[in-house]
């Protein structure tokens, strides 16, 4: 599905220290209904937008897209990213027509599951501190591993 | 459903102070309890692993030579029925790395 093997996939919810990142969008909206407002053309993530987000951390404020870091990153099974069937199978959608993103060509998500993840990619929030199970279980964050992640 | 209007360059300014506002009012924890993408713990995906028990060494000089890992806790994660331990990773493999500093950024 409009994989090219020229151009490396993208992650759609990246962190700011990976590569070549850019900014995907900002987080509208209140905690019961956060979306993304998606960005219309390329804004390269720099320090200067990402501080921009202070006193938040950037994953609070904006959506990255970078490359994807396939078998560094933890949703990587080898073949594909358990992130992106996990928001499948698990959120609703939250549009009926394909959000305006930039990266839909080379984005992971939209190669692997195709319609069904853009639909449901505005809700997603990178660094969320809501205590929602679901959104727990999307991130891959069962219990244990979200008590190894919480800082002390 | 959300509205599907994208925003140009010249309005993300405006947008990022609007969202940083809105979470100012919901009061920003001092610390994130979780960072709930990728990838929060950098490192090393072992896929065939040998002993066990060396695997703490190896996150801990991980954790110390790295430069990105600035003295981040060694940690690693045990997936799968196999193992018996955490289901904290798919595919029964094994990350052994550093969990990244959630306030890196701040």
């Known amino acids: ?152 | 459903m959300a509205d599907n209007k994208s925003i140009s360059a010249t309005e993300l300014g405006a947008e990022v102070r609007a969202a940083v506002a809105k979470l100012a009012i919901k009061g920003i924890p001092p610390e994130p309890t979780i960072i709930v993408h990728p990838p929060w713990i950098w490192g090393f995906i072992l896929r065939d692993f040998g002993n066990p028990a060396e695997l703490p060494a190896l996150a801990s000089r991980v954790a110390a030579e790295l430069p990105s890992a600035k003295g981040g806790t060694p940690v690693t994660l045990i997936a799968g029925p196999a193992t018996g331990t955490a289901a904290a990773l798919p595919g029964g493999h094994i990350i052994c790395g550093y969990i990244r500093d959630p306030n890196i950024f701040r």
């Open chain 1, 1 to 152: 599905m409009g994989q090219s093997p020229e151009r490396p996939l993208r992650c759609p919810s990246a962190q700011p220290e990976m590569p070549d990142a850019q900014i995907l969008g900002v987080v509208r909206g209140d905690t019961e209904e956060r979306r993304i407002a998606y960005l219309n053309e390329f804004v390269p993530a720099t320090a200067d937008i990402l501080t921009q987000a202070a006193p938040a951390i950037p994953g609070e404020v904006f959506r990255l897209a970078a490359r994807c870091e396939t078998g560094k990153c933890t949703h990587f099974d080898g073949e594909r990213c358990q992130l992106a069937v996990r928001i499948v199978d698990m959120l609703s959608p939250v549009t009926e027509q394909l959000p305006p993103c930039t990266i839909r060509k080379t984005c992971r998500w939209y190669a692997q599951e195709g319609r069904a993840a853009c639909l449901r990619c505005p809700q997603v929030v990178t660094a969320n501190n809501e205590d929602d199970e679901v959104i727990r279980r999307v991130a891959g964050a069962s219990p244990a591993a979200a008590q190894s992640a919480q800082r002390t």
